[in-house]
């Protein structure tokens, strides 16, 4: 990377980091407060984890050609903030005995569109400020940070949570993401105003621009179902495994921890390896295999047991899994913007997370039901059958870059 570039990119990645680290701290905070503090029932967590996804993802989807049209560094502070402020009303609100469910329901929105119109702002900045051959190492650093603070995050935030309550992760959050619009404001640098051709104002039509060019596009649409239906399998699955292994099989809550904490060094080794890999075997190989080994792990959790020795199964079936993710997500990301027009990449990423957040919002309900229909070892059966079918998903042909 240049110098220049250099040094505002590593502004950005700071920026990234803190808030990445101040998340998964506050993992499964608001659940807690909701059951510690409010004394919910299963019904109203799930419907918590279940509305930040769809609604947050249904509030955005005006957003992704908002933010198309205007500077990105602006909207990226500006969404850190509406964080901030929706974030720190939490804990303003238990402090003063006011803090409500309809609250937590309401900031779990906000954040989640906030989150949405964020990365779409984030991504066509970071295709604007750095050169096409730095985009893999820039990828390889967010999922390098990523897979860190899933491994330290939770256990740093259990312990928090713990000591000091909920209801402080949360808070802890907030200011990460104040921080990190401090440190995007920091990038310095000027950012032209994006020309509008056509109309000046937003249109309906305009609504599904992201949509439209995403399915219209060879390489982008069976991207963008492979990577909805991967990643929505995996989280609908995750309550699923807690129930399997916390109530049917004794784990203890530290085994679990263990279980899904110590394989996301996979992630730091895959994020690694990545650019390494794309250089000796080509980008489009890369992404192929990688994309296809991802999705041979999954249907490993289906036979874990009891004892040491379904701990080592869980251990090592995500490591696998980790591992190759964190080969994937760089050179797809970087694929992925090579592959969208720069006046399209706002459009493209919200409509991307927004189909996203949807669908692993409806999995969850679904396998949920499927859960309690069968049950959870079946459940996990299912969803690594349907996984062995993704690679199918994946394009086939290498496109060259717009």
Not at 140 to 150: I, K, M, V, Y
């Amino acid at each position: 990377m240049g110098r220049e570039t250099g040094r505002r990119f590593a502004w950005l990645w700071a920026a990234y980091a803190v808030s990445t680290f101040g998340t998964w701290i506050a993992f499964d905070a608001f659940p807690l407060i909701a059951i510690l503090a409010l004394h919910a029932g299963p019904g109203q967590v799930s419907l918590l984890a279940a509305a930040g996804l769809a609604v947050g993802a249904a509030v955005a989807v005006p957003l992704g050609p908002w933010v198309e049209f205007r500077r990105k560094r602006p909207v990226m502070v500006a969404m850190d903030l509406i964080r901030f402020a929706a974030l720190m009303s939490v804990p303003a609100a238990f402090a003063l005995g006011r803090l409500t469910f309809a609250q937590l329901l309401v900031v779990a929105v906000v954040a989640g569109a906030a989150d949405i119109a964020f990365k779409a702002a984030s991504g066509a900045f970071l295709k604007a400020l750095v050169e096409p051959e730095d985009l893999l190492v820039a990828n390889g650093r967010f999922e390098s940070t990523t897979w860190t603070a899933t491994a330290l995050g939770p256990p740093l935030g259990g312990a928090a949570i713990g000591l000091f309550g909920p209801v402080t992760t949360v808070a802890a959050n907030a200011v990460s993401f104040l921080l990190s619009a401090l440190g995007i404001r920091a990038i310095g640098g000027r950012e032209p105003r994006p020309v509008r051709a056509g109309a000046p104002r937003l249109r309906a039509r305009d609504l599904l621009d992201g949509w439209r060019y995403i399915l219209s596009h060879p390489a982008l649409r069976p991207l963008l179902f492979n990577t909805v239906l991967v990643n929505g399998l995996i989280m609908a699955t995750a309550p699923v495994i807690a129930v399997l292994m916390l109530g049917d099989l004794g784990f203890a809550p530290w085994q679990y921890g263990l279980a899904f904490g110590a394989p996301c060094v996979g992630g730091l080794i895959g994020s690694r390896l990545s650019r390494r890999l794309v250089a000796r075997a080509g980008q489009h190989r890369v992404m192929l295999a990688a994309g296809a080994l991802r999705a041979c792990w999954s249907l490993g959790l289906a036979f874990v047991g009891p004892g040491a020795a379904g701990l080592a199964l869980v251990i090592v079936v995500q490591l696998g899994l980790v591992t190759c993710m964190g080969v994937y997500n760089p050179v797809f990301a970087t694929y992925r913007l090579e592959q969208t027009a720069s006046d399209r990449v706002a459009r493209t990423l919200s409509a991307w997370s927004v189909t996203s957040n949807a669908t692993i919002a409806a999995l969850t309900a679904l396998w949920g039901l499927l859960a309690a229909a069968t049950s959870p070892r079946a459940a996990i059966a299912i969803a690594g059958v349907l996984m062995l079918a993704t690679p199918a998903l994946l394009p086939r042909r290498a496109l060259a870059r717009i």
